[in-house]
């Protein structure tokens, strides 16, 4: 139970009385022990009744009050600090030193992010402690500008775009900055051995649809203090949007991986077509899989390269690598009871990018993991061009078969982690490699194409290279398979898949496969769409 001030007071009265009363009946006697136990038994309730004030049924209160008004767009800071560029968005740094809690020598300390550039919405920022709850102000001191002129005309009450969580992830005393929140309701975060990777947001809405997306934003937070020495830390989020509101509480365990627990509420507005769960955002530009662009020198440029979802009725494991698709691309994947999905960066090889700056081989991969039943839904996977890395092309999330409507508040909780590919914790064997051409051997048909498929890991490790191993091939609609073949693949300690499948004329190649040793399935299912336009098989001159 949380008491409030008004509860705390009363039972520091009747304590008090208590202990009078006690007194005038043992005066006289030793009653130094009892005294003692008394003090501390009355004490720490008030303690707890002081340290929360403010919790998460606050701020469900909140979002369902919110839902009953008009929706209103969040207040803009002046246009001059929205028309800056990039490189002068990033030259406004918040001094260090002016964390909160750092005069504490707090493990978690918290690094304020200035509003401008594409952060066009200032948030209101709190802490909670046994003071109560009291606001953070912006404060133009705690940055450094380096554009003087900018610094001249930047608003004293500018307002912030979000914070930055650090931690002593490396170990010892060094504050790394392990999780950012800046920007409608996204979020990023790392595990001890990344650097960057996929982001997530609180919620998706009609992501992939022709009609648009909508972007809700989380407007204000509330940091509960921790204790200096703490491994974890809770805050809490409002969000608010056209189509619905939501209150969340995020309790953070930094590390290897670093583990996000996300419970949340949210009140729809109005009817949601789609709506996105626990979204995950990442960049792919070419892989293995993909042609390489023209004038690229980098071997691979992405921050994952394949989704992976694990059915709760069927115990599947499914593996689909990603693609930078020509034309939007939406694919969805049947689930009941979703045990989890995310986006990984399974190749973590350095000579697959050659990158010194990019440390492409380090980006995190992220896992969610639902905590109880979900029911039937689907796992969306939505993938976009893009012509550079510099734009988060790829959208992965869970969206309910069941529409939600106005009047229905929708409760999910679930983890997120952070960290190496190991954070899926799958014991099947993995699609590791993808190579995908044209067919270009002596008798393939025009039009058709060559997989090989490297697998590995999990319950491969354990078979020997004459083990009777097979694969299990279907093609989709509109796709055949013309042959295939399972080979021992020394250089992986596992086995290699090679498949020649032909699409019908213009339409895309749908296959899926997995491996099998007698009447076990050894490996998780690959999955593949190759859309009708793509990259592999160039028109001719």
């Not at 200032?122 to 001191?141: E, L, R, T």
């Not at 020198?297 to 593996?319: F, K, Q, T, Y």
């Not at 689907?378 to 092309?393: H, I």
Request: hydrophobic content about 40%.
């Amino acid at each position: 139970m949380r008491f409030r001030k008004q509860s705390a007071s009363h039972r520091l009265t009747a304590c008090a009385l208590e202990l009078r009363n006690i007194h005038e009946v043992r005066e006289g006697f030793q009653m130094r022990p009892l005294l003692a136990g008394m003090v501390f038994a009355c004490l720490l309730p008030l303690q707890t009744a002081l340290a929360a004030p403010f919790g998460f049924d606050d701020v469900v209160q909140k979002a369902r009050a919110l839902a009953d008004q008009a929706h209103s767009a969040p207040p803009t800071i002046p246009r001059f600090m929205r028309d800056i560029g990039h490189e002068a968005y990033r030259n406004i740094r918040f001094d260090p030193t002016r964390s909160l809690w750092r005069e504490s020598g707090s493990r978690f300390q918290v690094r304020m992010l200035s509003a401008g550039h594409v952060y066009a919405h200032p948030v209101a920022i709190n802490i909670v402690d046994a003071q109560g709850v009291s606001s953070v102000p912006y404060q133009k001191s705690s940055y450094s500008f380096a554009d003087e002129e900018l610094e001249r005309r930047v608003p004293a009450d500018l307002g912030h775009a979000g914070f930055q969580l650090s931690w002593p992830l490396m170990g010892g005393n060094e504050q790394v900055a392990f999780m950012s929140f800046a920007g409608a309701s996204a979020f990023r975060v790392i595990g001890r051995a990344n650097v960057g990777g996929a982001s997530t947001r609180g919620i998706a809405v009609n992501t992939g649809l022709m009609s648009g997306e909508e972007f809700p934003v989380f407007t204000e937070f509330w940091l509960e203090r921790p204790a200096p020495d703490a491994h974890a830390m809770k805050f809490h989020a409002l969000l608010d949007g056209r189509s619905l509101t939501g209150a969340y509480q995020f309790t953070v365990w930094p590390g290897e991986p670093t583990r996000v627990q996300v419970d949340s509420v949210l009140f729809p507005r109005v009817g949601i077509e789609r709506l996105g769960v626990a979204p995950l955002v990442a960049m792919f530009l070419h892989g293995e899989n993909t042609g390489r662009p023209i004038g690229a020198w980098r071997p691979e440029a992405h921050d994952a390269d394949g989704l992976l979802i694990h059915d709760g009725v069927s115990d599947e494991w499914l593996w689909r690598p990603l693609i930078n698709p020509q034309t939007l691309q939406v694919d969805s994947f049947a689930t009941d009871n979703v045990r989890g999905f995310g986006l990984l960066q399974r190749d973590t090889r350095f000579e697959s990018y050659q990158d010194l700056a990019a440390g492409f081989e380090h980006r995190a991969s992220t896992w969610v993991e639902p905590r109880g039943d979900w029911g039937k839904g689907q796992v969306m996977l939505v993938q976009l061009p893009t012509p550079d890395a510099t734009n988060d092309n790829v959208v992965a999330f869970w969206s309910p078969q069941q529409r939600p409507q106005p009047d229905t508040p929708l409760q999910l909780s679930y983890q997120i982690s952070f960290g190496s590919p190991e954070v899926t914790r799958s014991t099947p064997g993995r699609a590791i490699n993808t190579f995908v051409g044209g067919g270009l051997m002596a008798g393939d048909p025009p039009g058709s194409y060559r997989f090989h498929v490297d697998f590995a890991g999990g319950a491969i490790d354990k078979l020997k290279p004459r083990a009777a191993v097979t694969a299990n091939v279907t093609a989709g609609e509109n796709s055949q398979v013309l042959e295939h073949f399972v080979e021992y693949n020394e250089a992986i300690k596992g086995w290699r898949l090679s498949i020649l499948a032909q699409p019908a004329e213009g339409q895309p190649l749908s296959l899926r496969a997995f491996l099998r040793e007698g009447d076990n399935t050894i490996s998780e299912t690959w999955s593949y769409v190759l859309p009708a336009r793509n990259d592999i098989q160039r028109p001719a001159r």
